[in-house]
């Protein structure tokens, strides 16, 4: 039986893809704003606008349920996590902002905030897949880990159409052609 813990460390194979392009980004000195912004949509339909509704809004209520507080604990940690990655992604936009201004500067802004989130998203990943998800695992019935994947369905088919799950994927295997040798 899949479960919805395994739905949620397949879209963690391609996010830590995509953190592994942000470092490459970085690493190589990339300039292309336009692909600035690919990762930045990327990251806002995909990473969070899908994958983290799936965890907020899903999986860390029903493990409230479970006696995990979200203000204390490992879902306290994800969550404040989370708001990090977000910081560090209006950083990106805010040095995207500065470079189309002419602020050639503003690149390390940019590098800054690309390297901060994919190091956090690796460790959070980390966190997830090999703690909390496995907490998850050992504490959800056979059925409440079907209606977790059947309210994942749901997510995903309201998803942006062009951020869905298999175009987010098409997007990060372009990245990777370019970044990632």
């Known amino acids: 039986m899949n479960t919805a813990t395994q739905n949620l ?3 963690h194979v391609h996010i830590l893809r995509l953190t592994d392009i942000m470092l490459a ?7 292309e704003t336009d692909h600035f912004e690919l990762v930045v949509n ?10 983290h509704a799936k965890e907020e809004e899903l999986l860390f209520p029903l493990l409230g349920e479970k006696g995990f507080s979200p203000e204390h604990g490992p879902v306290a940690v994800m969550l404040m996590e989370h708001v990090q990655g977000r910081n560090f992604v209006k950083g990106v936009i805010d040095g995207i ?6 602020k050639s500067e503003a690149i390390h802004l940019v590098y800054e905030n690309l390297t901060g989130y994919a190091n956090l998203l690796q460790n959070h990943i980390s966190k ?3 703690i909390l ?16 994947i059947d ?12 951020y869905n799950t298999k175009n987010s994927i098409a997007k990060i295997d372009f990245l990777a052609s370019v970044y990632i040798q």
């Open 97 to 102: 902002v500065e470079l189309k201004n002419g």
């Open 151 to 162: 309210q994942f369905a749901v997510v995903e088919s309201e998803a942006d159409p062009e």
């Open 128 to 130: 997830e897949n090999n």
């Open 42 to 51: 990327l990251i806002r339909n995909f990473a969070d606008g899908l994958h």
């Open 9 to 11: 460390e397949n879209d």
């Open 25 to 31: 980004m970085v690493e190589q000195k990339c300039s």
């Open 133 to 148: 998800f496995r907490m998850a695992d050992q504490m959800f019935s056979a059925d409440e880990q079907q209606t977790l």
